[in-house]
């Protein structure tokens, strides 16, 4: 089991840096470049998650050294994050970055007082959603549709 078993033992450090650095780099790049932003989501996640498991592993390297299960629990765990079919790192955001961290409520000084009132008060895609409304058709639109939701909500 000689040549086997020296692959087996160094499989994370032949297999890792593909899976951990270059596919990530690459479909970050690519996410960069693509319209939407679910992928810039799955993405910036799985950055900020490995830079957490890096810096776990530097704090805690004594402890990982005596834990020979670790570079492999690692790779599983960044083969989940990473793997197209499993979309980990969204996966996490989703469920519990978003629910528990409060995304930052900062509007754009160049709306009007009582614009930037409203999207503050929306979530960040609805609010990125009203951005793109006003930029296509213009603030007054935008105050037109205050105007009548207002209107609407006095009806009831």
């Not at 009007?112 to 503050?120: A, N």
């Amino acid at each position: 089991m000689g040549f086997l078993g020296a692959i087996a033992r160094h499989l994370d450090t032949l297999v890792g840096p593909g899976v951990m650095l270059l596919y990530p780099l690459y479909a970050s790049m690519r996410a960069i470049e693509s319209p939407s932003s679910l992928d810039d989501q799955q993405w910036l996640t799985y950055w900020v998650l490995y830079s957490l498991i890096t810096l776990f592993e530097l704090s805690c390297w004594k402890f990982l050294a005596w834990f020979p299960l670790w570079p492999y629990m690692k790779l599983v765990f960044c083969f989940w994050l990473v793997l197209p079919i499993f979309n980990g790192a969204a996966y996490i955001y989703e469920n519990l970055v978003r629910k528990y961290v409060k995304v930052g409520s900062y509007v754009s000084s160049t709306y009007p007082e009582s614009q930037r009132k409203v999207l503050q008060m929306m979530s960040l895609d609805a609010r990125k959603s009203v951005e793109r409304y006003i930029e296509k058709y213009g603030p007054d639109s935008f105050d037109r549709v205050v105007k009548a939701a207002e209107k609407e909500a006095r009806k009831r």
